[in-house]
């Protein structure tokens, strides 16, 4: 189990033109020598040498922080559009600080608009043997205007509102179906729920002046605080099918289940779920089932629950050798349920084929530390995203398998500039890195392969250039 951040330092803002390699946005300049695909854990730098980020990997790629970091956050729903396709785009996230010391803790609730980017070929133009572009018929200023960013000019602008947290947030999430209700575990040993409106609603009237980390810490009551149970804990999650149904786990291995009584309170069973030998990790709620939901441990195993049938696990699933950290429950194909484990490694499981014994459907050892987060794609249901402590995040699609005959056509177009390891998984469609200690990742549910991530370091926000969703006919 990896949880807290080690030795948590307040961000500074950069001063204008620092660029730290794969943190920063779309003007970093790429390395003048042919480029070279580094393996993490693999290849070693040598002295002198340093990794550069390579914007044409990306559509957008922008850094930001909000003071302290943050553990956990999540990403809000919004009335900007379901399906957003065009740049620039806005985002509004909640997160909770990891700060030095306790009283220095706090939400942030935030917006950051002006999110620029562009949509980049997967295959460059082909090449004359002068160098120049076969394809190429279009002006000087076309070819300047293909380098700037599409959409908006200058940075994303981040605005900020700050409520106190007593102690610092283990973990945060927004109800899906009102997202300024929130709920946060707290190293205090406490869950609170939260109403933010007040603050969203500022945010969303407010023009684009930017506020970088440095507002005040506003005093807030929450709507509910529950001391019920008997340790700190970490995982936490609401229903996406019954609006304010919650269930919150502990590091004494108990799960107790909130069950809203009006739009601001809840009754909670103060009885609670009772089947693992340890912490109790993480917990999803079934996409499809409203009253099932999935446990993981630090004692190896998945559960899943019915709380029609009791205190007791409908089945108990032993999963990875080591602590189950984090699982994710497929909203698009809901008999998959994806964990990541300590040992780096992470599984996918097909509940359909519980009763035969082994329901894995695929296990991936590609890295090498401990697996901090985990999340299906909620617009392509092949596709996953994982974050690790060695510093990567990946982005998977359990689709593919390799093609040889794919792979030459795509060498040839790139005249084998490019020279991939063939030892990597045919299902790895990106490693994205820059983060130092990355801790929690989550798509945006609005925008088709946009990710958000947090670590020590601040957070990211990222759409890889190699990520094709196929979207609905009609994205009004």
């Known amino acids: 189990m990896v949880r807290s951040i080690k030795n948590p330092k307040k961000a500074k803002r950069k001063t204008k033109g620092s660029n730290k390699s794969g943190g920063s946005s779309s003007n970093s300049l790429g390395p003048s020598v042919a480029p070279k695909v580094w393996q993490p854990g693999v290849d070693k730098l040598e002295e002198g040498e340093e990794l550069q980020c390579d914007p044409s990997a990306y559509n957008s790629l922008h850094a930001f922080h909000i003071g302290w970091p943050c553990l956990s956050f999540d990403v809000l729903r919004d009335s900007l559009g379901l399906v957003r396709t065009e740049f620039p785009h806005t985002a509004y996230c909640v997160a909770g600080t990891q700060a030095e010391n ?16 562009k949509r980049r070929e997967l295959v460059p133009n082909k090449k004359n043997k002068d160098g120049s572009d076969m394809d190429s018929e279009s002006s000087e200023s076309e070819e300047d205007d293909d380098d700037e960013d599409v959409g908006a000019s200058g940075s994303p602008v981040l605005q900020l509102r700050k409520v106190f947290h007593e102690g610092g947030v283990n973990r945060i999430r927004a109800m899906r179906q009102s997202p300024h209700i929130c709920a946060s575990w707290a190293d205090t040993g406490h869950v609170q729920v939260w109403d933010f409106s007040t603050h969203l609603n500022a945010l969303s009237e407010s023009d684009s002046e930017a506020i970088h980390g440095e507002s005040n810490v506003l005093n ?9 149970h008997k340790d700190e804990g970490y ?14 786990g502990d590091c004494k291995n108990c799960i107790h289940l909130w069950e809203p009584s009006s739009d601001s309170t809840w009754n909670i069973d103060s009885n609670p779920f009772l089947g693992h030998t340890a912490s109790v990790e993480d917990l999803q709620w079934s996409p499809t089932e409203p009253y099932v939901f999935a446990s993981c441990s ?5 559960a899943i629950w019915d ?9 108990n699933i032993k999963t990875h050798k080591t602590d189950v950290n984090v699982i994710t429950w497929n909203s698009l194909a809901s008999c998959m349920l994806a964990s990541g484990s300590d040992d780096g490694t992470f599984s996918i499981r097909d509940l359909r084929l519980l009763k035969e014994g082994d329901s894995v459907v ?6 090498k530390h401990p697996i901090t987060s985990i999340e299906w794609s909620p617009h392509e249901a092949s596709t996953l995203a994982v974050s690790s402590s060695d510093n990567q995040l990946t982005i998977w699609d359990l689709s593919l398998e390799r093609d040889e005959e794919e792979e030459a056509e795509f ?9 991939a390891p063939t030892d990597l998984p045919p299902q790895l469609l990106f490693v994205h890195q820059g983060q130092k200690d990355l801790k929690e990742l989550h798509w945006h549910s609005q925008i088709p392969g946009m990710l958000v991530s947090t670590a020590a370091d601040g957070f990211n926000v990222l759409m890889p250039s190699n990520i094709e969703t196929a979207l609905p006919a009609n994205d009004s």
């Not at 807030?220 to 605080?225: R, V």
């Open 411 to 419: 060498k040839a177009k790139t005249n084998e500039l490019v020279n």
């Open 220 to 228: 807030q009551a929450p709507l509910m605080k529950f001391n019920g």
């Open 298 to 302: 630090a004692d190896g195993s998945i």
């Open 235 to 248: 995982a936490l999650d609401w229903s996406p099918l019954v609006a304010g149904r919650l269930v919150t």
């Open 307 to 315: 709380t029609r049938l009791g205190k007791s696990p409908a089945a």
């Open 362 to 367: 695929a296990h991936f050892e590609y890295h």
């Open 102 to 117: 306790a009283s220095w803790n706090s939400i942030g609730i935030f917006k950051l608009s002006n999110i620029s980017g």
